[in-house]
């Protein structure tokens, strides 16, 4: 199987421009063999990092909400149009409005443009909690079978440091994970250890590592010129790098595929073999043999919490992907009889 992982700029807060992107990005993917992409972390309209460099800008947060990504606007709508052409499975990262809320999620659309999975990040990290909600409960399910049977998953930036919501992804059977980063400075240029590339990277190795599991390492790209746009010049946020460091890791760690330069854009492919999981498994299963279950467990509330519930209306109608308008219309019909 060939996977991938996007490195790339948005279109910085342009959401039509935005989606197009993405719908290349997955063609130029499956042209290429790969069955499954990954994309970064809110890479429609683009991650909002003028957060951490300045105070609240009521303007650009008002352009910013505006520019966000309704799971029942005509954009996407398109999106999974254009991964139904693009026949790939896809994981994208986006900014969804949801009334006039924002919230940081992800979908995971198949071949034939039914969204299989929609998730929000549990917990907004830092001062994106200044314009971004927190997750419903249903955002606990991670994962769904992907292609070839095998289990894909995601998480966004900041969850992989959360060791409790990665011991609950990793109960779900993920051998695929997806892991979406906006775009990192490196240490080397003196960004600090906690918001580098590097420590991203360590918890995305670590999370292949410690679930035994294959991991799309997907982020943005920040150039230069695009600095004053998105409110970092001048500030320990401006990554004058370009901040990217997409990379593929194997289930013991190993890096299988990864760009050398942090301001290239571009789609990193490796073939995997889901059978290569299975020596981390022998030595370490985490929630197998090599658990005591009997002495330390999870806990998982997972009620769901509606505002508004209605008399008759059963639990599941109430998650997110259950609001999600699937792909309508007798084209789409069709592709699903063949």
């Not at 009334?99 to 940081?104: A, E, L, P, Q, R």
């Not at 995971?108 to 909600?133: D, S």
Request: aromatic letters at 8%; a negative charge; hydrophobic letters at 40%.
């Amino acid at each position: 199987m060939k996977i991938a992982a996007i490195q790339a700029e948005p279109v910085w807060f342009n959401l039509d421009a935005s989606v197009d992107k993405v719908i290349a990005l997955a063609k130029e993917a499956a042209s290429n063999g790969a069955q499954l992409v990954g994309f970064p972390e809110a890479f429609i309209p683009g991650y909002p990092m003028r957060l951490w460099s300045s105070g609240f800008d009521p303007a650009f947060s008002t352009r910013y909400l505006q520019n966000s990504l309704s799971v029942k606007s005509e954009q996407y709508q398109r999106l999974l149009r254009g991964v139904r052409d693009a026949k790939i499975w896809a994981v994208v990262g986006f900014v969804e409005r949801d009334g006039d809320s924002m919230y940081c999620a992800q979908s995971i659309i198949n071949p034939n443009g039914k969204v299989v999975l929609h998730r929000r990040k549990l917990k907004a990290t830092g001062y994106e909690r200044v314009i971004w909600g927190d997750a419903p409960a249903d955002s606990l399910i991670t994962s769904v079978e992907g292609p070839e049977g095998a289990i894909i998953g995601c998480l966004i930036c900041g969850e992989h440091r959360q060791p409790l919501l990665r011991f609950h992804h990793y109960t779900q059977g993920v051998q695929i994970h997806v892991a979406s980063w906006p775009f990192f400075g490196s240490t080397k240029d003196g960004t600090p250890p906690a918001f580098s590339s590097e420590n991203a990277t360590m918890f995305a190795r670590c999370t292949a590592s410690e679930g035994q599991m294959f991991v799309i390492s997907s982020t943005h790209v920040m150039r230069p010129e695009n600095a004053e746009l998105c409110g970092v010049a001048g500030t320990v946020r401006d990554f004058k790098t370009g901040g990217g460091f997409a990379a593929i890791h194997g289930p013991d760690g190993r890096e299988l595929a990864a760009f050398q330069d942090p301001m290239e854009e571009g789609i990193l492919y490796a073939d995997i073999n889901l059978e290569a999981r299975l020596t981390g498994k022998i030595i370490s299963d985490s929630v197998g043999h090599y658990s005591r279950p009997d002495l330390l467990s999870l806990h998982v509330s997972a009620a769901i919490n509606p505002l508004v519930r209605q008399q008759g209306k059963k639990e599941e109608e109430y998650t997110l992907l259950a609001k999600i308008p699937q792909l309508t219309g007798e084209e789409y019909e069709k592709e699903n009889e063949t």
